[in-house]
């Protein structure tokens, strides 16, 4: 279901219309690059649509491979890279799936504004995916939607959006439950981002992989 939906906002809806697809990376990401949080290394975006933080991330000496279930974004992804001349992957693949399109490994993953789209019955094998890309002491940054975010109707765990889609808003205890398992989190907290139409509230967390599994 989720991936007809993206073929068809990827397909119908021009770019700059699309509500997450942002050129510019946002100021999270670029903090933690400035500051060297996160250094050039081998990285994976898992849900990159068009690639823009995947092409980012490439001029700043990272060896960047970005992920999408649309194969149409996947396309405009790697026209995009081209079009500036930027070396960077991408991949057509499911991340709920078995991800056998993917044979590395990588230093860092991320996931921007994707897990909202992941229902809570469907998490835990998407972060055991995010496990297995991760070399040993691996990061993992992710954001996602709050359930204290006003977008939507402003109330209520699922929300339905006006491209159809619908959304699960999220608390801190539940990412800090579902990531724990796994991971070793550096960071976990509510942040202000700054969307193509306003501000809304996130959970940004900041993560590393732990020998548990």
Known sequence: MIKDQMEKIYRNIP??????????????????????KI????????????GNYVIYLSTKGFDSTGVDIS?????????????KEIKCNFITADVLGD???INELFDLAYDWEVLHH???EDREKYI????????????????????????????????????DTVLYFSSEDEMRALFKTVFEI?????????????????????LKKTDNK
Not at 15 to 36: A, F, G, M, R, S
Not at 39 to 47: A, F, R, T
Request: negative net charge.
């Open 15 to 36: 770019v700059e219309q699309i509500p997450w697809n942002i050129e510019t990376p946002p100021d999270i990401l670029l903090h933690l690059v400035e500051t060297e």
């Open 39 to 50: 250094k050039p290394c081998k990285v994976i975006d898992l849900g990159c649509g068009t």
């Open 71 to 83: 194969a149409s974004a996947i396309d405009i992804a790697k026209e995009s890279a081209a079009g």
């Open 99 to 101: 991800m056998t399109e």
């Open 118 to 120: 992941i229902f809570p």
């Open 128 to 163: 055991n995916n995010v496990y297995r890309l991760l070399k040993p002491g691996g990061q993992y940054l992710s954001v996602c939607f709050s359930e204290n975010s006003p977008q939507f109707g402003g109330n209520g765990k699922y929300r339905k959006t006006p491209l």
């Open 186 to 206: 550096e960071e976990l907290k509510t942040v202000d981002i700054e969307g193509k139409f306003g501000s809304h509230k996130a959970i940004y967390a900041f």
